[in-house]
């Protein structure tokens, strides 16, 4: 991308500095794009559109807005994309390689995009003279596999030994261990963002997420493991999982972690150079057999399930302490997983015409 393609592609954006949305066709990005642009604010997105099914996110974004949304097809690895800094007034940044398995496979593609695209937007706002808001994604990747949490075995799910982890889930004093290429790149880019605001000065916070679910999401193989899972049973496929299906997990629906974005944006002086872990906490949290059990209930058929071995460094339990974020934006409580669930079921059966023909052919799997 040049120069030239951005003045191009962007006249809308010259009225007001926007908020560039980085991987703003993707499933979360979009969904903010989308509240953004609803409460008035002027969205620049820039995505590679590198994931598929994601053109149909952007469609659908500039036809809900057609003044508000605009948007550039850029690859934040090239060091151009930087620019879009420059006519900000902040920074969302969700463009990421997102799947584990992906890492694995290609783990300089992984570094490059992650810890080297981080690291150049936010070389760009450092040479900014105005400081504006930088809002990274970051993951629960980042505490490792969490293998020194005991757990106890039951039926269908496994639970953690200390009833104060079991109460209240992983705070943000939990170690940082790095495991897979997928760890190492995201947990160096919230290390990045975090000493950039501690080093440079710069407004920005870290959201260190755990598994979010909702409409706009094309869940695979690779990543998206709710979403994954309800497109393939009330399509009549069958569903790999990865291991016996009791490791745990926080679900929390994209309209909560979207609030969640929205207020630390609006409150950014007061939570600058800090990360806050994001999920539905411990009354959202299911084991994948739980999922399983409700998916079935809400299709009123069983899906055909498949067992593999599981995936490197997969975490057996893992739920957001989330008293923190809580406290600090004053979040209401999360929508229930049950709800969210059968939300996003409908969606997939009502409104995802368009979006869905380009994962429709996704094999079966997860990666949590
Ligand atoms: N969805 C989750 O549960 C979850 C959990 C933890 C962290 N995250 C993080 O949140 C962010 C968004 O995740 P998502 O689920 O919306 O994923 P997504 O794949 O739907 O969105 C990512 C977007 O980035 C774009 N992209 C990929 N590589 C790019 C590049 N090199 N340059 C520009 N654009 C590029 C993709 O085309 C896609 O539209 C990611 O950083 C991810 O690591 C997501």
Not at 171 to 190: M, R, V
Not at 198 to 225: H, K, L, N
Not at 231 to 237: E, H, V
């Amino acid at each position: 991308m040049s120069a030239a393609d951005l003045e191009l592609k962007t006249p809308a954006i010259a009225r007001t500095r926007p908020i560039v949305v980085t991987g703003g066709a993707g499933f979360i990005g979009s969904n903010l794009a989308d509240r953004l642009a609803s409460e008035g604010e002027n969205i620049l997105v820039v995505d590679s559109l590198e994931r598929p099914g994601v053109e149909a996110n952007l469609t659908w974004l500039k036809r809900n807005h057609p003044r508000q949304i605009s948007s550039i097809r850029a690859d934040v690895r090239d060091p151009e994309t930087a620019q879009v800094v420059n006519e900000a007034s902040a920074i969302f940044h969700f463009a990421a390689q997102v799947a584990v398995t992906t890492s694995l496979k290609a783990p300089l593609q992984d570094l490059d995009t992650n810890i080297r695209g981080t690291t150049m937007l936010l070389e760009a706002v450092r040479k900014l003279r105005a400081r504006i808001p930088f809002i990274f994604a970051s993951t629960n990747k980042v505490y490792g596999n969490l293998a020194d949490v005991p757990l106890e075995t039951f039926p269908t799910r496994v639970s953690p030994a200390d009833p104060h982890i079991r109460d209240f889930g992983i705070n943000e004093s939990q170690s940082l261990d790095f495991h897979t290429p997928y760890g190492c790149s995201k947990g160096a880019a919230d290390q990045y963002v975090l000493d950039y605001a501690r080093t440079f000065d710069i407004p920005a916070t870290v959201m260190r997420m755990s598994c979010i679910y909702g409409p706009r999401q094309c869940g695979t193989e690779d990543q998206g493991w709710v979403a994954h899972f309800l497109i393939r049973s009330l399509s009549g496929r069958p569903i790999v999982i990865f291991g016996d299906g009791r490791q745990v997990r926080d679900i929390l629906h994209v309209a909560d972690a979207v609030e969640a974005y929205m207020r630390s944006y609006r409150n950014i002086e007061s939570c600058r150079g800090q990360a806050f872990n994001l999920g539905g906490g411990p009354s959202n949290a299911v084991s994948l057999l739980d999922v399983i059990d409700e998916i079935a209930r809400i299709a009123g058929t069983r899906p055909s399930v498949r067992h593999a071995p599981g995936r490197p460094s997969d975490q057996r339990f893992y739920v957001s302490d989330t008293r923190k974020i809580t406290a600090a934006f004053g979040l209401p409580a999360p929508r229930q997983w049950r709800n969210g669930l059968a939300h996003l079921a409908h969606w997939i059966d009502s409104d995802a015409r368009d979006f869905l023909p380009s994962i429709r052919n996704e094999p079966a799997g997860l990666n949590a």
